[in-house]
């Protein structure tokens, strides 16, 4: 597990048999807005931060970073870790409105990439297309780029809102979800994007993450300032499956296992990180 905590405070965390225990904790001297574990290197993850910085960790050292990569001129608000094999690229969002492509073995970036015309808060790697990542911003609009071309390879005006979240599909390479401050989440097939596939409705104020399962191809979480996690079922008829309401702050961090089937994480501003397992996830779905 790996957590955001604070202002600048990166909090390392292990479960084991007699619970959690804090197993690491590193501090800077911004605030840290997302991280993202190596692929190749289970102690390494990057953080990105308000400063416009990204830094390179190591859990088993006891002082860090190990790198800084100082580019964006505002706060970079996401980072992702390429998941496909035979490439280790990071990729990196800001309020800068580029996205930044990184090779965490090179001081610098390899590309920049221009085109939105608001704040980017969310980019994320394909799970299937080497070298392919999606984006969203304020601008209201999901792009996807390929690494490989200049320029953004499909733009879909997704909401009528700043997009806060996007996330791809496990299971299907053209499927991606959008979640906006318009309070709803949106399904798109990247080969028809004239209509959602699907728009899934209940928060009531902005929807700030969103996540496909690990093991469900139709199953999906996000987490709202409404303070509520709600679990969905986009194949369904009624397809909310159930509302998480644990915390009394915004809840704006969200993440499902990749190792334990069902098991969930969430954090909001009340200071507070739930872990856990919804009903809904409990049995087979």
Do not use: M
């Not at 035979?86 to 920049?112: I, N, R, Y």
């Not at 996007?166 to 318009?182: F, H, I, P, Q």
């Amino acid at each position: 597990f790996h957590f955001i905590l604070g202002c600048g405070t990166l909090a390392v965390l292990e479960q084991n048999a007699a619970g959690i225990i804090l197993l690491r904790s590193f501090d800077w001297n911004d605030g840290l807005f997302d991280v993202t574990w190596s692929e190749n290197n289970e102690h390494v993850l990057i953080t990105s931060s308000g400063d416009g910085s990204l830094q390179v960790w190591d859990t088993a050292k006891t002082k860090g970073p190990l790198q800084v990569y100082k580019e964006h001129t505002q706060e970079v608000y996401s980072v992702d870790w390429s998941q496909t094999r035979g490439e280790q690229l990071v990729v990196s969002g800001s309020w800068d409105q580029t996205a930044k492509l990184w090779d965490p073995a090179v001081g610098k970036s390899l590309c920049t990439f221009k085109g939105h015309e608001g704040v980017i808060y969310s980019t994320i790697w394909s799970p299937h297309i080497p070298g392919c990542f999606a984006s969203a911003s304020g601008d209201q609009t999901l792009r996807v780029w390929d690494v490989k071309a200049p320029g953004v390879r499909l733009v879909i005006p997704a909401h009528q809102a700043e997009i806060l979240s996007c996330d791809w599909c496990k299971y299907d390479e053209n499927l991606l979800v959008t979640g906006a401050v318009d309070c709803s989440l949106k399904g798109w097939d990247l080969r028809n994007v004239r209509q959602p596939v699907f728009i899934l409705l209940g928060h009531t104020y902005a929807i700030r993450r969103v996540k496909f399962s690990p093991f469900h191809a139709t199953l999906l979480a996000s987490c709202s300032y409404d303070f509520t996690v709600r679990f969905w079922d986009f194949s369904k008829p009624n397809p909310l499956l159930e509302t998480v309401e644990h915390h009394t702050e915004f809840t704006c961090g969200l993440d499902l296992s990749l190792h334990n089937r069902g098991q969930v994480v969430d954090c909001a501003w009340d200071e507070l990180i739930k872990i856990y397992t919804p009903s809904c996830l409990a049995v087979p779905v």
